[in-house]
């Protein structure tokens, strides 16, 4: 790990939500995903396949397709989240293991998404993770301007009094990881662990060599077990 930053000096801990803090096999988000689809087609009044497009476009290009919806067809977030987080959350299982760990950790345990706070709690409620963190930072708190748009992470670090260069940031997509190492962040990049399938796009598996990746686990508990023994 020569050059790549450590964790000796933090005391701020960052957290992505989806498919950081659960697995990426799970699968959560593909209900999310398909819920996307059907508003977009909805609104629009469009094939599902043509939607699945301009979804997938949007996402790429403004970092949520809300903000594309937002941005070029008058989509009001309220009405969008509520509909998006509809979703069955019973294939998350607690994890006390990761709960110890987080709990473990020295200093702050924060969330950065870009959903709401309503899909963290119900997402953290199933892990059994609700009294492991000490603030949210949601799509709204950003005034919906999601990550990677760098005045989302000022922003955050402004409300939550974080210091970026005594904090790390855990996220599963390398493209938000580099704006929190530019700020100074210690960053990880969460990966599937291969062993089961996961519905995800090829450019959101990509970036575990770049350079604004300090480490790259498959197993964040575990991972989060070895920081607290070092």
Same mark, same amino acid.
Request: glycine share 6%; hydrophobic share 40%.
């Given at each position: ?12 801990? /960052? ?50 397709? #809300?903000?594309?919806? #937002?941005?070029?067809?008058? &989509? ?21 293991? #990761? ?8 200093? +702050? ?7 709401? &706070? ?7 409620? +199933? ?8 603030? &949210? ?31 790390? #940031? ?19 990049? /969460? /990966? ?39």
């Amino acid at each position: 790990m020569n050059g790549k930053r450590t964790f000796t000096h933090i005391d701020s801990w /960052v957290f992505d939500l989806d498919n950081t803090l659960y697995p990426h096999h799970v699968n959560l988000w593909q209900q999310v995903d398909a819920r996307i689809g059907e508003f977009v087609s909805a609104w629009l009044n469009i094939s599902r396949d043509e939607a699945r497009a301009l979804q997938k476009d949007y996402y790429k290009r403004f970092g949520t397709t #809300m903000r594309g919806m #937002m941005t070029l067809h008058g &989509v009001r977030a309220d009405d969008y989240l509520a509909y998006l987080h509809r979703i069955d959350h019973s294939p998350l299982e607690p994890n006390p293991a #990761m709960g110890e760990a987080i709990a473990r950790l020295p200093g +702050r345990k924060l969330i950065l998404t870009n959903g709401s &706070v309503d899909h963290v709690d119900a997402v953290l409620a +199933r892990l059994g993770l609700s009294g492991h963190f000490d603030g &949210v930072f949601d799509i709204i708190a950003a005034e919906l301007e999601p990550k990677p748009a760098p005045q989302t992470y000022q922003k955050f670090l402004r409300d939550h009094s974080v210091d970026p260069t005594r904090a790390a #940031m855990f996220e599963d997509l390398a493209r938000n990881l580099v704006v929190p190492h530019q700020l100074g962040m210690t960053t990880v990049l /969460v /990966v599937p662990d291969g062993s089961k399938e996961v519905v995800r796009e090829d450019w959101e598996l990509e970036g575990r060599d770049a350079a604004h990746v300090d480490h790259v686990t498959d197993d964040l508990t575990g991972f989060l077990k070895g920081l607290v023994h070092k």
